[in-house]
């Protein structure tokens, strides 16, 4: 089975700009969720979908924003870029989210720069 | 809000030394996961614990549950080269649709 896979890699982008990132989670999983991780502040958690639905949200500011397709695959989008939004992000799926008990997979993630 | 928080942040170690992570969480939890992530890499699973008091090990690690679930640890017998990394732990509350929240992590490094 295919792991999750994010896309891109790697973003380099100005302040002020906005930015769509990609995931695809494991075939069959519905559940996708988002975390930042930057050095000072460990991985915060920015929202998850499930069957195209978001069950549960972070507290980022509204420039954060996501959508889950019908295939399970997922976009988070970040307008107006800071400096501050500057780190990796982490997608992670699990076979069913929200209430259930389960492991995450985590993507490779998307290393973001704004300068 | 609920708070999952994790100490020591930074543990440098002797090869062959034990190792222990605590993570402490603000609210009663209904499970907790520790994921583990080497460098330059992204967090994989370890274990998931749900029972109150529960105890489970993995070769040379073992995982405990406080009894009001409200604390876990995870100790390292005898480390190796190979458990340098950073040990996360998340728990979620007991909520119909409550999120997974990450302790900050420790780091673990060792000298050959």
């Known amino acids: 089975k295919a792991g999750v896979t994010q896309t891109p890699r790697y973003l380099i982008k100005t302040r002020g700009q906005q930015v769509t990132l990609s995931c695809s989670p494991i075939?069959?999983?519905?559940?996708v969720s988002w975390y930042q991780q930057t050095p000072g502040q460990g991985l915060q958690f920015l929202f998850e979908?499930?069957?195209?639905?978001?069950?549960n949200k972070g507290n980022f500011p509204g420039r954060f924003s996501g959508r889950q397709f019908s295939n399970s695959r997922s976009e988070m989008n970040v307008s107006t870029l800071e400096l501050g939004d500057s780190a990796l992000y982490l997608c992670?799926?699990?076979?069913?989210?929200?209430?259930?008990?389960?492991?995450?997979?985590f993507g490779p993630g998307t290393r973001l720069t704004v300068l | 809000g609920q708070q999952v928080m994790q100490i020591p942040q930074y543990q440098h170690v002797q090869e062959g030394e034990d190792f222990t992570t605590y993570c402490n969480s603000s609210?009663?939890?209904?499970?907790i996961q520790w994921y583990k992530q080497r460098p330059g890499g992204h967090p994989v699973f370890l274990i998931q614990?749900?029972?109150?008091?529960e105890v489970k090990k993995q070769k040379r690690l073992t995982f405990q549950f406080g009894e009001a679930k409200k604390n876990s640890s995870l100790h390292i017998t005898a480390t190796q080269t190979t458990d340098v990394g950073t040990y996360f732990c998340?728990?979620?509350?007991?909520?119909?649709?409550?999120?997974?929240?990450f302790g900050s992590g420790t780091r673990l490094s060792i000298r050959p």
């Open positions: 992670a799926s699990q076979s069913a989210g929200g209430s259930d008990l389960g492991e995450q997979f």
């Open positions: 075939s069959g999983h519905r559940s």
């Open positions: 979908y499930f069957s195209e639905t978001q069950r």
């Open positions: 609210t009663t939890l209904s499970n």
């Open positions: 614990l749900v029972k109150s008091g």
């Open positions: 998340a728990g979620k509350e007991y909520s119909s649709a409550s999120k997974i929240i």
